[in-house]
Every structure is written in C-alpha cells, then in structure tokens.
C-alpha cells in the first residue's frame, strides 16, 4: 500500500491509502469518480486513456497511458485528464472549453467519442508546446501527424481530428512563426 496525494485538474486531492500496484486509470475511476479518461486496451497500443502530467516548476507538460502507469507515477504530482480542461468565463460566468476541445466540436472530429479523451490531452500538449516554442506554418501538418500518430480510433475519424488541429494552430496567434 502507499499513500498517496496529488493535485488533478487544479484540486488537490488525498491522502488516499492506495493498492501500490494499481494502475492510474483505476485510481481515477474508483477512488476519485473520474472516468472521463477510457479504457481502451489495457496494454498501452491505443492511448485512449492518455492523461497530463504538468510540471508546475517548469510549466512544461507530458503525456502518460493511464492504463499501465501505476499511481506511484503521480504521487504529488500535478495531473490534469478530459475533465480539467475547461475554464469559467470570467466575464459572463459561463464554461468555456479548452480551444482543442471546441474546434473537435465544430470540425466533428469523432463519432462515438471513446477515443476522444486521449486525442484531447495529447493534442492540448501540443498546443502548450506551440504556444511555448512556436513553430513554422509548414511544419504544423507533419507535427500534428507525429504527435498524434499513435492514437487509435476505432470510427477510424483520423482526418478529422488532425485537419481541426491543424487549423487551430494556423489560425491562433502566436502558435506558429510568422
Ligand atoms: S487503454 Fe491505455 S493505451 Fe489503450
Ligand atoms: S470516435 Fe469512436 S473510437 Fe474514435
């Protein structure tokens, strides 16, 4: 057993006295009731179950497979999964989504949504990371295919998912080198 604390998507949360083998998806859906992230395989191969780490110190962010990383990965460290994205207006006092989320929604980039969850994180990483060190407009497309290439979709929405981030990153200020 260990004891574990962390912070998820800007709450922290804990002391929980965890199995020391559990897997992180579990910890979610069955301690903390958070099962947006999806269990797909089980094995590592479908990254539908990809959650972000942040390191606060650094403001820098990674990518882990939920389904086989141990809690022990995590323990005071700072995470954010599907849910944590979105943020209140302060203005109108309405939730807005991350711009990931929302171009998703308008370009209909997936079907049944599974794999959804995975995409998202994997490609709010990459929107931090051009936000952090921009990138050329000709580069954006092979980017997006490298970061996003090992994410399997069982509706087979591929296109969809790359060209709406493509065309979040080209169309957002300071994301690309102009
Ligand atoms: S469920 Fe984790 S990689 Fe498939
Ligand atoms: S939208 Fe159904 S698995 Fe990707």
């Not at 389904?67 to 943020?87: N, W």
């Not at 936000?131 to 000709?138: E, G, N, W």
Request: aromatic letters at 10%.
């Amino acid at each position: 057993m260990l004891t574990l604390n962390l912070k998820i998507n800007n709450r922290e949360v804990g002391p929980y006295r965890v199995p020391s083998d559990l897997m992180m998806i579990q910890f979610l859906h069955e301690y903390v009731n958070l099962t947006g992230t999806k269990f797909g395989c089980g094995i590592g191969v479908c990254h539908a179950c990809v959650i972000v780490e942040k390191d606060e110190s650094k403001n820098s962010y990674q990518t882990y497979r939920s389904c086989i990383t141990g809690v022990s990965q995590f323990k005071d460290k700072s995470i954010y999964t599907v849910e944590g994205h979105a943020r209140v207006n302060e203005s109108s006092g309405l939730l807005e989504l991350h711009p990931v989320q929302q171009v998703f929604i308008e370009e209909f980039a997936f079907q049944c949504g599974w794999c959804t969850p995975g995409f998202v994180n994997q490609s709010i990483v990459f929107y931090e990371q051009c936000r952090q060190h921009p990138i050329a407009p000709s580069q954006v497309e092979s980017a997006i295919e490298a970061t996003l290439n090992n994410h399997l979709c069982r509706c087979t929405g591929y296109i969809r998912y790359f060209s709406a981030l493509k065309k979040l990153i080209l169309s957002t200020p300071g994301l690309t080198i102009t």
